[in-house]
């Protein structure tokens, strides 16, 4: 064991290494064809900053299920993707205007029928995040919008191609 007077003094230890979080944020139409162009931006993104295949695919996944969502049950002219890479941690957002026929805050659904197409995108958010949640939006229209977020665990890849 070392003794105190081992130990390094402040000004004899390694400066402390600061992880600057990498990010990228869009905007599209509140339009079905937006999901698959969200889709492709993050994955893109993704690639570009070295994260491993399977994060890709649940990010992927992810921001699918959120902004199928934002299209569809809000009365949004827009949705706004953000994501965030800190360390080992990959973040992303989805953000709607609010209004529609259901302004209320969205919340895991129940599949009407096993095959139905509906009702499970939070519920699928719930399992493939490792912590996820809601809340207002700041950039909400009169009847508030709303943010949808969640967070991964990933790893970065050596290589051109993650995950090859």
């Known amino acids: 064991m070392a003794s105190p007077h081992d130990a390094l003094s402040l000004e004899d230890r390694p400066p402390a290494v600061s992880v600057r979080p990498l990010r990228d944020a869009f905007?599209?139409?509140?339009?079905?064809?937006?999901?698959?162009?969200?889709?492709?931006?993050?994955?893109?993104?993704?690639?570009?900053?070295?994260?491993?295949?399977?994060?890709?695919?649940?990010?992927?996944?992810?921001?699918?299920?959120?902004?199928?969502?934002?299209?569809?049950?809000?009365?949004?002219?827009?949705?706004?993707?953000?994501?965030?890479?800190?360390?080992?941690?990959?973040?992303?957002?989805?953000?709607?205007?609010?209004?529609?026929?259901?302004?209320?805050?969205?919340?895991p659904g129940h599949p009407v029928d096993a095959d139905g197409e509906s009702g499970r995108g939070l519920l699928l958010v719930s399992v493939l995040a490792d912590d996820w949640g809601i809340r207002r939006s700041l950039d909400g229209g009169p009847c508030g919008g709303h943010a949808v977020w969640a967070e991964l665990t990933c790893s970065r890849v050596d290589g051109d191609h993650p995950g090859s």
């Open 27 to 107: 905007r599209l139409p509140a339009l079905d064809t937006s999901v698959g162009q969200a889709r492709r931006r993050v994955l893109d993104r993704l690639h570009e900053w070295r994260v491993d295949q399977q994060a890709c695919e649940d990010a992927q996944l992810l921001v699918s299920e959120l902004f199928t969502n934002a299209v569809r049950h809000t009365a949004s002219e827009k949705v706004s993707c953000e994501l965030w890479l800190m360390g080992l941690r990959l973040c992303l957002e989805v953000t709607d205007q609010g209004g529609g026929p259901n302004p209320q805050r969205p919340h």
